[in-house]
């Protein structure tokens, strides 16, 4: 599957921003979906998944409460709200799709990648 990540940006603290992702090339509705981040030097992060029809969602902890991932199987898109950001949600924020319905945080387990899109958060 193709996905197109979109959405970054640079806000101040305590500001919210919403990612989103397009889905293209098979089925989207079999998938589990996902977002992940990574920094310079530091490997990749799970921050939340959502399960191929919506009824399992898991996020990462220092993001629970203020992020919330969504999905709409009509468009193929998937969202990601990010609430009260902090410097530390800095990152590159890459929107994934697993093997499986149900996906897990193993980056392993995740067979599709977009891009990447820059969320920068200032103090």
């Known amino acids: 599957v193709q996905l197109q990540a979109s959405g970054g940006g640079l806000v101040q603290t305590g500001y919210p921003l919403r990612l989103a992702c397009a889905a293209s090339?098979?089925?989207?509705?079999?998938?589990?979906m996902g977002w992940f981040r990574q920094t310079p030097g530091k490997e990749r992060e799970f921050v939340a998944a959502?399960?191929?029809?919506?009824?399992?969602?898991e996020y990462e902890g220092s993001v629970k409460g203020r992020f919330t991932i969504s999905r709409d199987n009509t468009k193929n898109t998937v969202n990601l709200q990010m609430n009260s950001l902090r410097p530390g949600d800095t990152a590159v924020y890459y929107c994934?799709?697993?093997?499986?319905?149900?996906?897990?945080?193993?980056?392993?387990?995740?067979?599709?990648w977009g891009q990447g899109t820059q969320v920068t958060v200032s103090s």
């Open positions: 959502i399960s191929c029809a919506g009824g399992h969602i």
């Open positions: 994934a799709a697993a093997t499986s319905c149900l996906p897990t945080r193993d980056v392993r387990s995740w067979s599709d």
């Open positions: 090339g098979r089925t989207f509705s079999v998938d589990g």
